[in-house]
């Protein structure tokens, strides 16, 4: 049975708000968990070479541009429109919807600390590494995860 080109978007677009949605809820619950159980600054060893800390970064990954406020939301906004533009036009592109609901679940995930706290709230660190969350998790997968997607070797064919 051959699927019509309404069906495959309508598919495709279905995974990317559950992935997106899945990422949403996780990030929120752990950052509220953490919001709620480690003050500003401290730190708490969770795993060999894993601390639980709570920081606030007010700029994007890496606290780059930080206090950046309306230009972070600026850029972040366009980003999306870009993606969410680009999937509206491929949506037949094989596992597409699945980088996309990535990347838009962690945009919006930190998007709602931006807004909601005025600032994101990180929580997972590494030996040499700045702390991060799920929402940055799924962003730095969802990116690898498009490049292999438009340049691996499926998309060769």
Do not use: C
């Amino acid at each position: 049975m051959t699927q019509t080109k309404a069906s495959v978007r309508v598919a495709a677009f279905a995974r990317a708000a559950l992935v997106a949605a899945v990422v949403i809820i996780l990030d929120q619950v752990t950052k509220s968990l953490v919001r709620s159980n480690i003050a500003v600054g401290d730190q708490h060893k969770f795993l060999p070479g894993v601390t639980l800390v709570h920081d606030r970064n007010t700029g994007v990954a890496f606290t780059l541009f930080a206090g950046g406020g309306a230009l972070v939301l600026a850029v972040t906004f366009a980003a999306l429109a870009l993606l969410i533009g680009y999937f509206a036009t491929h949506p037949e592109r094989a596992l597409l919807w699945l980088p996309t609901g990535m990347l838009v679940g962690g945009a919006i995930g930190n998007l709602i600390d931006r807004i909601a706290r005025g600032a994101v709230t990180d929580f997972i660190k590494l030996p040499h590494w700045p702390a991060f969350n799920v929402a940055d998790m799924s962003i730095t997968f969802g990116v690898l995860t498009l490049l292999w997607v438009l340049e691996g070797p499926r998309a060769k064919r």
